[in-house]
């Protein structure tokens, strides 16, 4: 955690070191999720969509398919990617229609409203990682579409809860305000506080349950969000096959940039790689709390993997 302070401090001071494990400069931040409504309100957080003239035959659909999670999963890196393809059209910024209730409350044509402009033979997808973990969630999707495609993308819950507090943490740094370390997180009274809210949003078993309420389990496309980052191009063929996409994304359209430790994207000649809030360095956790966090998550992960019948590489 020290170095993590350290590296924060640093940050602020000399924004251009160069550090061993890909990390971003505190500027760039992803607001929280009171600031996220604030800029919503405000129209900053419109895609570019919506202020674009639509072009001719187009209009906006509800979404086809929708990234439901999870929260640091790597759901910006699979929206990106899938949109590769000309078959699909993404809605650039988190919509929180299901999740917020004065979205909610704006009905159906305000989400639509939010959409971007598609063609006949495009699919529509929104992302918005919030929504895999908010219990009302599955039911408001539901008497949405219910044959609607739902996407998860899903990562090693403990490196998840690092990657939660590493958000958080940078939040805080961007806003020159303190942030506790991730230790008195992590620890209650001597024990692994279980209440910490990323290490509940990493209870990938109990969040699911909710979701097979109302859709069955070959409706929702679990991604493995460690694969994605080792080795993008699989993960994104068996998305295509699942959306019934024709296969059109090919593994030349992704490159491995060595200084952002991290596959980036080639489209026509162009590169790019994820904003530099994506691929931060994580803290450094004491091996034995950092062992009980794995401990405390080997029976959900247990049941998970009998519940969507399938075994994830998680500690
Ligand atoms: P870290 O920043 O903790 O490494 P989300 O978009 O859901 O917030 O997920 C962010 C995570 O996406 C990052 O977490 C990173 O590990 C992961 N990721 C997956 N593929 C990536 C890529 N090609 N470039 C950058 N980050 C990627």
């Not at 460690?226 to 992704?254: C, G, H, T």
Request: hydrophobic residues 35%.
């Amino acid at each position: 955690m020290t170095a993590l302070v350290l590296g924060a401090v640093l940050l602020i001071l000399q924004p251009q070191i160069v550090p061993s494990h890909p990390v971003s400069s505190p500027k760039v931040e992803v607001p929280s999720e009171a600031g996220q409504k604030e800029l919503f309100r405000k129209g900053s957080l419109k895609s570019d969509f919506q202020d674009s003239p639509p072009l001719n035959g187009s209009s906006q659909r509800l979404p086809q398919t929708i990234i439901i999670g999870v929260r640091k999963g790597g759901t910006r890196a699979l929206l990106e990617m899938l949109s590769l393809h000309p078959g699909i059209a993404a809605a650039e910024s988190e919509v929180h229609y299901f999740d917020w209730e004065d979205h909610y409350g704006n009905g159906l044509e305000w989400y639509l409203s939010q959409m971007p402009f598609s063609f006949p033979h495009q699919l529509t997808v929104e992302k918005t990682p919030a929504y895999f973990t908010s219990s009302k969630v599955p039911e408001r999707v539901y008497n949405m579409n219910q044959s609607i495609r739902l996407l998860l993308i899903l990562r090693d819950p403990s490196e998840r809860v690092l990657s939660d507090y590493t958000q958080v943490f940078y939040n805080h740094v961007q806003k020159h305000k303190p942030y506790p370390s991730i230790e008195e997180f992590l620890i209650k009274d001597g024990e692994l506080n279980v209440e910490y809210k990323a290490i509940n949003r990493s209870l990938y078993y109990f969040h699911m349950q909710n979701w097979l309420r109302y859709f069955p389990l070959n409706h929702i496309h679990i991604v493995d969000g460690d694969q994605l980052i080792r080795d993008p191009f699989p993960e994104i063929e068996k998305v295509e096959r699942f959306l019934k996409l024709s296969p059109q994304i090919n593994a030349s359209n992704f490159y491995f940039n060595k200084t952002k430790g991290f596959y980036c994207l080639r489209d026509s000649g162009r590169d790019r790689c994820l904003h530099e809030s994506k691929g931060r360095a994580h803290p450094q956790v004491d091996p034995k709390l950092l062992n009980k966090l794995h401990e405390y998550f080997h029976e959900p992960n247990k049941k998970f993997f009998e519940l969507v019948g399938r075994t994830f590489d998680w500690h």
